[in-house]
Structure formats: C-alpha cells, structure tokens
C-alpha cells in the first residue's frame, strides 16, 4: 500500500506529484490550477465587487522552534506575507492557528506570540483572526502554526510563473542557503562557525520598491523549500521555456558555501526565507537591480541568468569551471521540517 513519506514534504518531484495528481485533480479551478504562490481572486465576479486579491495559507512545523535570527512565529508571518507579495499583492491581513503539544511552556509559547507581533508590525499588516488548539502529549511536536493572509493586487499588475518569457532577465535578491543551514546547525548541535542564521524577512516592501520602477517584470518567486534550483525548475515547467544560470553570479556568503561543502549539501537546493527570485525584461532589468540595491532586502541583488526557448523546460547551470549540467528538480528530502 502506498504511503505518505517525508520526501512527500520536500517541495521536490514527489510533492508536486501528489499536489498536482491528487489535490489539484480534486480541486481543479482555474485560481488553482496555476499553482502560484497565492491564488488571484477576482471580485468583479461577485455581485457589487471590484478588483481583485491575493489569498494564500501555509502550516509551519519547522524543528527547532528557536533557531538563531529567529522562531517559528516570525517564519510564519514572514512567509504568508511573502506569498501574498510574489504576486505582486499588498499584504493586508493575516490569520494565525496554533496546535499545542500538552506540556508546551508558556513563557515559550509567549515568546513566540510576541514575535508574531513584532513581525507583524515590521509587516505592516495586521493579524485578525486564528485559532487554538491543545493536544496530547505526543500528538505533536511543541507547537505548529498556520497562517493564511489577504491582500489587494494593484491595477495592472499581473504575476505568474507562467509569464516567463524568452530573453527575460533572472534576478536573485540575496544570497542562498542561509535558513537552510542555520536551522541544520541548530537542530544538530553542530557548532558550525560564521553566525549562521536564517534570513527570514518580509519582502513586501522590497517588492513594492521593484514595481514602482517597472511594469516588465513578469514572475515573482520565493525559493523556498527545494531551494533556487527546484523554484526555477517551476518556473521552467509553468512557462514552458528554458532557464540558464551562472553559478559564478549566484550570491552565497562564503561561511554558508563552507558548511554546505562539509555537510554535502548542494546550496542551490537548501531552502531560503527571505529571498525572491524575478523575471524580469531584458530593456528593465538594469533599473530593476538599481531599485533592489537601495532596499535593505535587496542591497545584494544579482543578475544570475536568463530565460532561454527550450522545448524540454530545463534548468541549465553554467558551472565555475566552464561546464554545463542540468539542474533538476530535487527528489527527496534534503532537509526536513525546514518551514
């Protein structure tokens, strides 16, 4: 009998394989079936409405729940607020659940509130709704949080991964790999050195920096679980075009390259927080960067590649020897329980 697994959970080949042959194919509607980081809800098809929103959720049960730069609140503020902003929207309100282990201290369940709000408020949006639940001891794991959030598409905004377009220029805001292997240090006690820590930080400003210099950007994403490599593979899949990378340009700070080295990590795959991957016009690309480079959350911004045709939707890296491999979707779990 087939089972449910943790690579199932990896945001890799098995998980879009049960999103897309299980869930979609139960669900299927057009908001759906795009598969982007919200789903884009037009009003003007309910009576007396206009416009349009973002409308997103996530469930957090990232292990440990303290990690260096940050908990598992603020990850789940961040990243729903991150998702409404891939689609270009305006992140406005949030619903935060928890699910509590019996047992759970207080003072850390306090803590972890109290970073919700201090993430919200750097947010700038509100969290209005939510839930609680307590179960047994052993029914899970020290807390796990849901967020889902709303937000207002601006006019003539319109993101997806499937605007991808050939020439387009790919843009990567900072460097990788940093959530991944602070929350592997953590969790194993490794003692690495270099102040690993995660990244994690709202990109809706960062965003709203990017759209007010250009209306040619084409396709937000955040390259979470599955890393920059598996979000460019999705973008390839849902645009039907090709991607080339150069892995001379693609940002990594040199005490996280080190540690994915010792550990046998590949940093193209280690998952990200707080980073956003753009496509964006070739004839826009250079004021696009210059208006990332002034943003805190931007400030080492890239131009890692382009947008190629390719019938078979690749992902193709230009490697620091001179060389060309496939990048592929990842397969399993690197690294579970990472968000």
Do not use: W
Not at 54 to 60: G, I, M
Not at 182 to 211: H, W, Y
């Amino acid at each position: 009998m087939e089972k449910i697994t943790m690579d199932h959970g990896s945001g890799g080949k098995l998980s879009h394989k049960l999103i897309k042959e299980v869930v979609v194919k139960a669900f299927s509607n057009p908001s759906l079936n795009k598969l982007d980081d919200s789903a884009i809800l037009n009003l003007s098809n309910l009576g007396g409405c206009t416009g349009r929103i973002a409308f997103t959720t996530d469930s957090y049960v990232v292990n440990p729940i303290f990690f260096p730069g940050g908990d598992i609140g603020m990850l789940a503020v961040n990243g729903t607020v991150n998702d409404l902003s891939m689609m270009g929207a305006i992140p406005l309100y949030l619903s935060a659940s928890c699910i509590v282990e019996e047992g759970f201290p207080m003072p850390d369940f306090k803590k972890i509130i109290q970073s919700m709000k201090k993430a919200s408020q750097q947010a700038g949006v509100y969290i209005v709704t939510g839930d609680l639940k307590v179960v047994e001891k052993g029914a899970a794991d020290k807390m796990f949080v849901n967020t889902s959030g709303i937000g207002i598409v601006p006019k003539g905004v319109n993101l997806s991964a499937h605007n991808a377009r050939r020439s387009d220029v790919i843009i990567l805001s900072g460097s990788i790999a940093d959530h991944g292997i602070a929350i592997i240090n953590e969790r194993n006690n490794l003692k690495l050195k270099g102040n690993l820590k995660t990244d994690s930080q709202p990109l809706n400003f960062l965003v709203k920096k990017m759209l007010g210099v250009s209306k040619n950007i084409h396709c937000l994403r955040d390259p979470t679980r599955g890393g920059l490599a598996t979000t460019l593979n999705e973008i390839a899949e849902s645009s039907g075009k090709g991607i080339e990378i150069d892995e001379n340009r693609v940002p990594i700070k040199k005490k996280v390259s080190s540690s994915c080295e010792m550990l046998g990590f590949d940093p193209l795959y280690v998952a990200n927080e707080g980073k956003l991957i753009a496509i964006v016009a070739e004839k826009d690309a250079k004021k696009v960067i210059l208006a990332m480079k002034s943003t805190k959350q931007g400030r080492n911004a890239a131009i890692i590649g382009k947008v190629v045709q390719d019938k078979e939707n690749k992902v193709i890296l230009k490697t620091s020897i001179g060389g060309r491999r496939i990048l592929d979707m990842m397969t399993g779990e690197q690294l579970p329980r990472i968000c």
